[in-house]
């Protein structure tokens, strides 16, 4: 492929940055049709008939083009703030976002409202109308999880405190991440990495070089462990007191409906990775012998055990992602092409940019934009691949209606890794030695002990600490010793050192958008498993039934979109066990190979 840039074009929306004018005047117009929708809700008598009940559709027409917009002005700023976590314009931009939403959400309070006190005659025939058939999954939950809520006062003023109350906390947060530099020598000369570019560097070939950064790494967030404690007790005990005053006992509940998932399916597939995780045990401790160590260190676990000292230059990663999506999946082999070509992902290593990566959607735009920390590692090809993946989703669904468009997190995690795992499966059959398809095979697994294990642990952490902070403030020692615990039961006490500081350094924990933002990515990995292995069967030809099932994600549960078009039950542990089988296939290639 030819050379490509590795920073995006965010001009193309809104030139000229945080600074941009055509960006303000696009919030301003947002704000005058969020009050106008608000207008019309107020104005609006509660329909009687089916006849009456189609005034609504130009009330849902512009509910759902505000909707819209509001996802490109985060999804901007989102992106500002990311590239540039000094850059306090974007920081304030965003801000600004977060206050229209919450208006927009107040607003649709109201429309809640007018929509329950529909008679369910009346509102069931407005559902099965031709122009609302379409979305009438998605206003059919609205209506439901309203019944559930406060009354429409209270849940006003609740999400208009949760501006400077809940979301801040969560924003104090990015402030304090974007304070943390780790300082480290590299290339021998002593540099301030930031969180984004030492994170990479704990994958290093060198052991010393892993322990050195893990231990400078442990310190600063030691050093800002109080504050981030601080922002993660108030954002829970915030959840916790607007889930007790709606009645809500489980704090399960909110993400649960979220991810369009039971209970029962929830703890089908928990139950089944308990029960199969002495194969994974085994690899950890075949990998720390194969590493001349008694016992892998938490630094350990991503770190190659093989030559890797050739570098993926970012033009041929583009390159094996295109190539290896085309085998499977052709649509989205050029959709990737041009995504690359049209300067849709931000790559560059430099400083000052946020840790991690992410895809994000501008669909008033109908494109999207992915952001990471390109290194030349094959780690980095795949999280590349990933969230290509979450970008292919999207891109088949912008023809849909907005609130179609609205997928939960579990099912957008099986998009990205089906993709993740069509790049990595056929690297593994290609690889030209037995070296390197070992290494190959070792990376597979790492992601396995990764969704199976290292994602658990946040599962346990945070269901031990919301049962604790029930009872009051939860210390940093606590949170240090809960965190130890969670990943010393999810690990099978195979490490000889875990990260006392996980509960900091992941961002995961401090999201307010979606909370317990854990387990939809285990899910979507076993998930995807299902979908690949029926790829696998069909070749090319199943790629038209993988679209159709990625736009059905954002209009039924997880539990019927299984049925429809695998034909699984996901409440029985036999889908999640067959899936895990699957998983473990690699891990088990792997343990042979070095027998």
């Known amino acids: 492929m030819k050379q490509l840039s590795q920073t995006w074009d965010l001009d193309v929306f809104f030139p000229g940055g945080s600074e941009s004018k055509e960006f303000a005047a696009y919030l301003d117009v947002l704000k005058q049709d969020i009050h106008q929708l608000q207008q019309l809700i107020q104005q609006t008598r509660v329909p009687q008939s ?5 005034s609504l559709n130009r009330t849902i027409y512009l509910v759902q083009n505000i909707e819209s917009r509001l996802r490109e002005a985060m999804s901007f700023t989102e992106c500002l703030t990311a ?83 809940y979301h801040a906390w969560s924003d104090l ?136 000292t050739r570098k993926i230059s970012y033009e041929e990663g583009a390159a094996i992602i295109v190539e290896q999506f085309s085998r499977l999946a052709p649509r989205m082999a050029d959709f990737s092409r041009r995504a690359f070509e049209e300067r849709w992902i931000e790559a560059e290593d430099r400083p000052n940019k946020r840790p991690g990566g992410f895809c994000t959607s501008f669909t008033d735009s109908k494109q999207t934009r992915i952001f990471m920390t390109y290194a030349g590692t094959s780690d980095n090809v795949s999280t590349l691949a990933h969230e290509l993946g979450h970008a292919f989703h999207q891109h088949v669904m912008d023809d849909l209606p907005q609130m179609v468009q609205n997928y939960a997190m579990n099912v957008a995690e099986t998009a990205s890794t089906f993709a993740e795992m069509v790049v990595a499966d056929a690297a593994v059959k290609n690889a030209k030695t037995d070296q390197e398809r070992l290494v190959l095979l070792e990376e597979k697994a790492q992601s396995c002990a990764t969704f199976l294990m290292n994602i658990y642990a946040r599962f346990l952490f945070e269901t031990a600490f919301y049962e604790r902070r ?99 039950d996901l409440t029985r542990p036999d889908f999640w066990q067959s899936a895990v089988n699957l998983a473990l296939e690699d891990v088990k290639e792997f343990l042979r190979l070095t027998r």
């Not at 928990?270 to 008694?294: C, F, M, P, S």
């Open 173 to 308: 947060y990015s402030k304090v991440v974007g304070r943390i530099t780790i300082p480290v020598e590299k290339d021998g000369e002593p540099k301030e990495l930031s969180v984004g570019q030492a994170w990479n560097m704990l994958s290093h070939e060198d052991r010393s070089v892993r322990m050195s950064v893990f231990n400078k790494w442990t310190e600063e967030w030691a050093k800002s462990a109080e504050l981030c404690a601080h922002a993660l007790n108030h954002l829970a005990g915030y959840r916790l007191n607007l889930y007790r005053h709606r009645g809500w006992e489980s704090v399960l509940k909110e993400p649960l409906d979220i991810n369009r998932m039971s209970e029962q399916t929830l703890k089908a597939m928990w139950n089944v990775i308990e029960q199969n995780k002495d194969t994974l045990v085994e690899y950890l401790n075949r990998k720390a012998k194969l590493l001349g160590l008694e016992k892998l260190s938490w630094y350990d676990v991503q770190a190659p055990i093989g030559d890797v």
């Open 50 to 54: 089916a006849e009456e009940a189609e």
């Open 83 to 165: 590239q540039n976590v000094k850059d306090d314009k974007a920081k304030l931009l965003y801000g600004k976002v977060v206050q229209l939403h919450s208006s927009y959400s107040s607003v649709m309070i109201d429309f809640d409202i007018l929509i329950l006190r529909i008679p369910q005659p009346v509102w069931e025939r407005f559902l099965s109308t031709e122009a609302v058939q379409p979305i009438a999954f998605p206003l059919n939950e609205r209506r439901q999880r309203a019944a559930e809520k406060l009354s429409p006062e209270l849940e006003v003023l609740a999400n208009d405190l949760a501006v400077d109350g």
């Open 470 to 568: 029930r009872e009051g403030l939860v210390s940093v020692e606590e949170l240090t010793q809960l965190m130890v615990e969670a990943q010393k039961r999810a690990f099978g006490d195979a490490l000889g050192e875990y990260d006392p500081y996980f509960w900091a350094s992941k961002l995961h924990f401090y999201i307010t958008d979606v909370p317990f933002y854990n387990f939809p990515y285990t899910f979507g990995y076993l998930f995807s498993y299902g979908v690949y292995a029926r790829a696998l069967q069909e070749g090319p030809s199943f790629e038209e039934k993988y679209v159709a099932l990625l736009r059905d994600t954002g209009r039924m549960t997880v539990e019927d979109l299984a049925q429809k078009h695998l034909d699984v």
